[in-house]
């Protein structure tokens, strides 16, 4: 027996089927991505209940609809049956169809007068043994069937679908035009006839043989449904509906896709800092320094709202390796993350000749806000000796870096001048690497990799969620946010490690990680002038380059994610 989810995977691929959508019409509706409603639709994974009330309220069902299987849901869906919601019909239940009387032992079999409309009965005065004909599109294939289904017109068997799709030749039932047409007049009835065998003429068919197998006439189904006031007795699907159809259904609107970031976070967010201000009765300065006291709790909150319904579950205290070990309270781990101090030793050495050099320090905005996207190992790490660097998967790595022989650039590896192996992370590695494809230096030799499986998501809604409040804030003006968002993640970062703290996360490679990818940002930044023609004459920390040149041109300017702001210029050699 089908179990309940198999029920309601059958019944969201009839209603997409149904309503034209693809997967990624539903994710978006949902909320969510077509990875994951790839995988629910193939059993990979579950649909949750709160997937199962997304579902019913994109498609305008009842719960219970839903779940009543594909075709009960798919004939609520075009208003053939009413809804099962106890006392309130969605939609109003169509009226009893006209079928014909079927003969009986002692009727003469002769031939109808074709001046006569074929005689009628009501359903209720049929023979119980005889079963009922009906005639319909069928929900399945679009075709003419011959028999009903929880109500709905439907073939019982895959080979009929297509054995009627290949007597027609089309998709597109031919009765579904006779519906929306006016009904013939009387004389015109045996020309619109159902079709009979090619032995029998079309002007005289005979009583028994329609009554056996063939479904009714197509004009007398089309003489109820052409009345304005009656509703259609089968439905017609939304793509089919022919334009001159009297009353074509609604189309059914799509939810809109999900926005930049989750609005779930993000009124999170905007909530707790209107929370704390009421609290501190309006006093900006006050409300400042709450915020930024919870920080910590509250980032790790939406860490986890964020992670709901994610493809993976993070490990949040895995065993730490000795190379991510601190040797002492105040000392550092063996990891090296590349942290930028470098100057430009021609540039330097021409301003001390007296030669004018006028210089632009750029700031980068939130550099560690975007520097929570990057690869993360997802569990714990595990001992890799293969050499060979595998992209779906991240960690801390033990190399031995090739030569640096680009004085106008900084060395992607910051201010190490010991030679030998070293430790990175992943951030710093995937940088080298790249450099190694740009033919800028030789790829690292790799010695032994500490790994995990990994993914650039993990942190990514969480990412965005801060990303979408900075940005509203720094629209409306609104400092106090702006400033409850930079704690956030910066100490988010800077307490993932082994920081007293944070007691709910402990991942100093994720730590190491996302450092290291905010200096591998500002590198490439560095490098994107020098390809543009500007000349680097410094960079250091998180988010200072400064350069030569018009800089303009080469990085949009703001406070935005993506854009850059002037902090000062200088002389090079003067006075800053």
Not at 23 to 44: E, H, N, T, Y
Not at 322 to 337: C, F, H, M, P, Y
Not at 518 to 545: C, P, R
């Amino acid at each position: 027996m089908m179990g309940t989810e198999d029920t309601l995977r059958l019944t969201v691929s009839a209603l997409m089927t149904r309503t034209g959508e693809r997967q990624g019409d539903l994710a978006a509706a949902l909320g969510q991505s077509q990875a994951q409603v790839s995988r629910k639709q193939a059993a990979k994974s579950h649909w949750s209940l709160e997937d199962v009330d997304l579902l019913a309220a994109h498609y305008q069902l009842h719960v219970l609809d839903l779940l009543a299987g594909p075709t009960h849901a798919v004939s609520v869906l075009h208003g053939a049956v009413p809804s099962l919601q106890a006392g309130t019909p969605i939609f109003p239940a169509p009226p009893a169809p006209r079928v014909q009387t079927p003969p009986t032992a002692t009727e003469p079999k002769t031939k109808p007068d074709p001046a006569q409309p074929i005689e009628q009965t009501p359903p209720q005065q049929q023979p119980a043994s005889v079963p009922v004909v009906v005639t319909g599109p069928c929900v399945l294939c679009g075709q003419p069937a011959q028999h009903e289904l929880d109500g709905f017109p439907q073939h019982l068997t895959a080979e009929e679908c297509a054995a009627a799709v290949a007597a027609a030749g089309t998709p597109q039932a031919p009765a579904r035009t006779q519906v929306s047409a006016p009904a013939p007049a009387a004389e015109e009835v045996p020309a619109t006839a159902a079709p009979v065998a090619p032995s029998s003429p079309v002007a005289e068919p005979s009583v028994a043989p329609v009554a056996a197998a063939e479904p009714p006439a197509p004009t007398e189904l089309a003489e109820p449904l052409a009345s304005p006031a009656a509703p259609p007795e089968s439905p017609v699907p939304a793509p089919l509906t022919s334009p001159a159809a009297q009353e074509p259904a609604p189309a059914r609107p799509l939810r809109p896709a999900p926005g930049y970031a989750s609005t779930t976070l993000v009124e999170e967010i905007t909530d707790t800092v209107h929370e704390v201000l009421a609290a501190c009765s309006g006093d900006v300065d006050a409300a400042h320094a709450e915020l930024v006291k919870r920080a910590i709790p509250d980032v790790m909150k939406l860490l986890k709202k964020s992670r709901v319904g994610g493809r993976y579950e993070h490990s949040e205290f895995p065993p730490t390796d000795e190379i991510l070990q601190k040797r002492s309270q105040k000392g550092a781990d063996d990891v090296w993350e590349g942290r930028p101090k470098w100057r430009n030793r021609a540039l330097f050495a021409a301003a001390k000749k007296g030669e004018l050099i006028e210089v632009t320090a750029l700031d980068m905005n939130a550099a560690y806000l975007s520097a929570l996207k990057s690869w993360l190992p997802i569990g714990q790490l595990l001992e890799d000796t293969s050499g060979v660097h595998n992209p779906k998967k991240a960690g801390v790595h033990l190399i031995t870096p090739a030569d640096w022989d680009h004085p106008d650039l900084p060395n992607p590896l910051g201010n190490r001048m010991e030679p030998g192996e070293l430790w990175v992370s992943e951030s710093t590695l995937r940088l080298l690497l790249d450099c190694a494809r740009q033919g800028l230096t030789d790829a690292p030799a790799i010695h032994r990799s500490l790994v995990s499986g990994a993914s650039e998501a993990l942190l990514e809604k969480l990412r965005r969620a801060l990303a979408e409040s900075r940005k509203t804030a720094l629209a409306e003006g609104d400092e106090v946010t702006v400033a409850y968002v930079k704690a956030m993640y910066s100490k988010f970062v800077s307490t993932i490690g082994e920081s007293s703290a944070n007691r709910e996360l402990r991942r100093p490679d994720w730590m190491h990680i996302i450092r290291a990818k905010a200096f591998a940002n500002l590198w490439m930044k560095a490098h994107k002038a020098h390809k543009a023609g500007l000349q680097v004459v410094e960079i250091s920390g998180t988010d200072e380059l400064h350069v030569v040149g018009d800089w303009r041109p080469v990085f949009p300017e703001g406070r935005d994610l993506n854009q850059v702001k002037e902090k000062t210029t200088y002389i090079l050699g003067g006075k800053r």
